[in-house]
């Protein structure tokens, strides 16, 4: 009897970047393509994807790429993917038209075929019978997946959070999971995000007080930021700003990009007459006015930056606004949204974030929202998936103390680039591999080779100096003393003969040199670098990059 393979190319271990390859005999199904935003911006690069080269020894065996929603760190990734791997792509309809949106910047979307399904849905691709599973979350459309094997049936939870009475859409579909669950369940994949948190995670109609509240009381504009995928605190803000006659002005492109998609597919619903462009935005009375904005993480491109350091199209904060940060500060953030708040403060905004009232609620589950899935589908293994080692670790805790019939044997902690073997007499780690992050330039939106980010990393510690050597073409005799220049590389004084001493240290390893090992261009350019790379490394104690130039008269 075959095995099932579990092999996480991301998103274990690490916040963002969630991907998972599913294996039975020589059949592989992928279940998402997220990207990440490291958390120390690297030396320019800002977003981060699996090392999907990974996946070339599982070519041939690659059928369908599946996604469980449409948040950047489970679709992000997913041109980057195709591009590689061809495969149809089976995803909700709210999760493809962001998702297509995005292709569409890539100009694949005439290359990829997609799949609509819809929850409550069964497909069929090879061994594998896929069950979609309608999940509640922050984002609207999204699902869990049965994932029926002839080894038996995984549960992947995808995001989610056992909400009741979401804004929009269903509560999370209990009824079909546990009826998955009386058939027999041999693995849950479960999301670990939030299983620090006890309790239940409040629903997202749980902030609607709080913004009645602060409209009640704001006498001038109001300006809320948020994740722009957040479509239930969207239609809240929406529905108050209908409900006090205020008009509504989305700005920033993602925010424009997603209420559109939304509004289109019938998710959010904007009453007539609610919506106004920003033009007609600045003839209206300051409490008339909502401005739904990005930039709740402090990001220096976004609306909110922007109006708050300098102008937005002409629009900046004042004295008199109140600014809502509703969303939480995803770890790495906290800087930039501190200097943020620093700013709106400058200008004389009222400002609101979660610490000070319920502005915000997570998508997804707490301590007792993870008991209700474990105890809803009563599986035989539990693997915490999504989020830091610190969080995978938690949720195993939290199980091993309060859900009955489990303990070290049976929830199993995996790292990425793990190869878990599982059926119903095992679960084990057979194999383990190194999995390094592709990171992505966000400018041209290419891969950058993990080279130039050692590159740069090596620049950035070391600096760089540049040595440049002119000798005649016919005599191969050096010309006039060797060039050097330094950048950023410390304990460098003009005055104190550093220079004078390298370049002395250059001509005395020409001297030395053979003249075969002068002729070969390559290699006497390569013996100056590690000429030149010792003698600062002793005198100086530090490893600057060096270029090498060899000038020919
Ligand atoms: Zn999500």
Known sequence: ??????????????????????????EMIIVDAGMGFPEETPYGVDISIPNFDFLEEYRDDL?????????????GALAYILKKFNV?????????????????????????????????????????????IHASHSLVDCFSLAIHTPVGTLIHTGDYKIDDTPVIGEPYDLKTLGRIGDEGVLALLCDSTNSTVPGRTPSERA???????????????????TFSSSVHRLQIVINIAHQFGRKLCVLGRSMQRNVEVAEEQGLLKVPYGTMVDLGSSRALEDDQIVYLVTGSQGESRAALWNMATSTYKGLEVEKGDTVVLSARIIPGNEKGISRLIGHLYKRGANIIEEKRRLVHVSGHASQEDIKIMVETCRPQYVVPIHGEYRMLFRQKEFIKNHVAGYDDDNIILIENG?????????????EKHEMHKTFIDEESLGEIEYDVIRERKKLASGGAISLVVTVEKGTHELIGEPQVTFQGVAHIDPLNGFSDQARKAVVDAIGDMKRE?????????????????????????????????????
């Open 1 to 26: 009897m075959s095995k099932i393979e579990i092999i996480p190319l991301g998103g274990i271990g690490e916040f963002g970047m969630n991907c998972m390859g599913i294996r039975y005999r020589d």
């Open 63 to 75: 059928t369908a790429i599946i996604l469980t929603h449409g948040h950047e760190d489970h679709v």
């Open 88 to 132: 149809p792509v089976y995803g909700s309809r709210f999760t493809l038209a962001l998702a297509e949106k995005r292709l569409e910047e890539f100009r694949m979307l005439d290359d990829v075929l997609m799949h609509r399904v819809e929850a409550s849905q069964t497909i069929e691709i090879g061994s594998f019978k896929i069950e979609f």
């Open 207 to 225: 902030v609607i007080p709080a913004f009645e509240e602060i409209f009640e009381q704001a006498l001038g504009r109001i300006i809320v930021a």
């Open 418 to 430: 793990d190869v878990l073997e599982i059926d119903e007499f095992a679960a084990k780690v057979v």
């Open 517 to 553: 090992h002068i002729l070969d261009r390559s290699f006497f350019k390569e013996n100056l670098r590690i000429h030149l790379k010792r003698f600062v490394q002793k005198e100086l104690g530090t490893k600057p990059v060096i270029v090498t130039t060899v000038v020919e008269v």
